[in-house]
């Protein structure tokens, strides 16, 4: 079993910056890939970046260069830095991981641009 934990969204005017933590239970979470998604209102949830347990990154094609995912794997932790914030990144974001065949999502941690 491993619960994620996702924290630091908010509110932030456009332009801003949030930086994104996911803290996972247990040492499982310090080495499987982990990924971060997100769901606006009335669209599906997507795939924002992915991260391995080596720090090996792959992100949505239209977030290059604005977001970047990070992890610190004695902490269990995985981060996402978002910068230069625009209202079509309002969503709830995500930490998701898979083991074993199994899926496993945090809670959710909402982010919300203002123009």
């Known amino acids: 079993q491993v619960h994620l934990v996702e924290s630091g969204g908010g509110l932030v005017q456009a332009g801003g910056s949030l930086r994104l933590s996911c803290t996972g239970s247990?040492?499982?979470?310090?080495?499987?890939?982990m990924r971060w998604y997100r769901q606006a209102p009335g669209k599906q949830r997507e795939l924002v970046a992915a991260?391995?347990?080596?720090?090996?990154?792959n992100y949505a094609d239209s977030l290059k260069g604005r977001f970047t995912i990070s992890r610190d794997n004695a902490k269990n932790t995985v981060y996402l830095q978002m910068n230069s914030l625009n209202s079509e990144d309002t969503a709830v974001y995500y930490c998701?991981?898979?083991?074993?065949?199994?899926?496993?999502w945090g809670q959710g941690t909402q982010v919300t641009v203002s123009a």
């Open positions: 998701n991981l898979v083991w074993i065949g199994v899926v496993y």
């Open positions: 247990g040492s499982i979470s310090s080495i499987a890939t």
């Open positions: 991260i391995t347990r080596d720090g090996q990154t």
